[in-house]
């Protein structure tokens, strides 16, 4: 499932921050 | 290249370490002609897992954001649709607990940048594993 983000980076930056407990990677890039 | 380094970075590791407590957030973003939603939505699809979280970049805005915290100029992320410097190709960790998105435990990268290492997949998986608790 694909999310929109927001002006403020929501939902990424909550759902980043609910995940606390785990670590984490960031992949930025296009999709093509 | 940019689709390849998603998987080495992200799904392959997932596959490998989401049962040590890891998961994967990806932004998806407009940098080439090519990409928007629809072509988000398959590239998201091939690399969906129960640890994994997909956004697209609708406005485009989130790249650049990143760029400034990552300290790229515009001569190092040069793409044919911006003039300004977005982090793009872009791989970061973070340890568990409260951390700033924009403040990564470590990050790699596929642009012509020498301010991090760019993406090795052994590497990154080295640095990933570190951070989750030791297998059985």
């Known amino acids: ?32 | 290249m940019c689709l390849e380094g998603a998987s080495v970075a992200g799904h392959d590791l997932l596959l490998a370490l989401a049962d040590r407590g890891l998961r994967a957030f990806y932004v998806w973003t407009p940098v080439l002609a090519a990409d928007d939603r629809d072509a988000a939505v398959p590239a998201a699809g091939d690399r969906d897992h129960p640890a994994a979280r997909h956004y697209w970049d609708a406005d485009g805005a989130f790249a650049p954001a990143l760029a400034t915290p990552l300290d790229l100029t515009p001569a190092e992320t040069p793409t044919p649709r911006f003039p300004l410097a977005i982090a793009w190709d872009v791989y970061l960790t973070y340890p568990p607990g409260d951390h700033d998105l924009f403040a990564p435990a470590s990050w790699m990268h596929q642009l012509p940048t020498k301010k991090a290492p760019r993406l090795d997949a052994a590497a990154f998986r080295r640095s990933v594993e570190a951070l989750v608790p030791a297998g059985p």
């Open chain 1, 1 to 32: 499932m694909l999310h929109d983000l927001s002006a403020d980076f929501r939902p990424l930056s909550d759902d980043f921050a609910a995940a606390r407990e785990d670590a984490r990677v960031l992949i930025v890039t296009s999709p093509t």
